[in-house]
């Protein structure tokens, strides 16, 4: 099992330019979560799909945040345009309906974005 | 709403020191779930523990314990005899059965200094 794999680890681009985040969770996982990491914060859920459906995206900051989950085995986070505000650590989550409860939530390495 | 306090901000000790790092939690559900997260230096968050509400039984994992208190809304985490490796960043989490979804909220952590 490799685990939740998110890509690039590391990310630098300039205001203004469109960013994608990506992410492969641990297959058979049917819950697949975004999560953001800054300094004032803290860790908080941006949004989580079920089965590939959207679920809760009530912490996505606003309009220039998006992401899909065309598959199983893929997902994505885009910031179009960015802003340096939005630099942070992006974390990728995944588990399994059952599974959930009993070991938790299994994250990526993250996606460490910094907009100059 | 669910919510995770950890007032500890930071806490620094000498190797082979006991610490205990606070928890307390708030939530309206009369079934939920806690973790423990450790996130060290080089940035992942790694699962150290899950416990369910209806669950009272303190867990020991080595020189890890665990001291769950539904009364006081509670779910301390000491390190006995501490090591240099044991040096990182702790979250409390809190998930929710019902009201909060599928959602992990998390505290704002705290940073553990294990020195020689």
């Known amino acids: 099992d490799a685990g939740v794999i998110q890509s690039p680890r590391h990310e630098v681009t300039e205001m203004g330019q469109e960013v994608t985040l990506r992410c492969k969770p641990i297959s058979g996982h049917d819950y697949l979560f975004w999560y953001r990491q800054t300094m004032m914060r803290g860790l908080e859920l941006l949004i989580y799909f079920n089965n590939n459906v959207p679920i809760d995206d009530s912490g996505m900051p606003e309009d220039r945040f998006s992401a899909k989950m065309p598959n199983a085995s893929f997902s994505t986070l885009k910031i179009q345009p960015s802003e340096p505000r939005d630099s942070a650590v992006y974390f990728c989550?995944?588990?399994?309906?059952?599974?959930?409860?009993?070991?938790?939530?299994?994250f990526g390495s993250g996606t460490r974005l910094t907009v100059v | 709403a669910q919510k995770v306090t950890q007032a500890q901000t930071e806490i620094s000790v000498v190797e082979k020191e006991d610490v205990t790092l606070d928890c307390v939690y708030e939530t309206r559900d009369t079934t939920y779930y806690l973790f423990w997260y450790k996130q060290p230096p080089s940035g992942e968050l790694v699962f150290l523990i899950r416990?369910?509400?209806?669950?009272?039984q303190n867990e020991i994992s080595g020189r890890y314990s665990w001291n769950f208190q539904k009364s006081t809304s509670s779910f301390n985490f000491t390190i006995t005899a501490s090591q240099v490796v044991d040096s990182a960043v702790y979250f409390c989490?809190?998930?929710?059965?019902?009201?909060?979804?599928?959602?992990?909220?998390f505290g704002t952590g705290t940073q553990l200094k294990v020195e020689l």
């Open positions: 989490a809190l998930s929710e059965a019902k009201g909060g979804g599928n959602k992990l909220t």
């Open positions: 416990r369910n509400s209806f669950d009272e």
């Open positions: 989550a995944s588990t399994s309906g059952g599974r959930r409860m009993y070991y938790g939530y299994t």
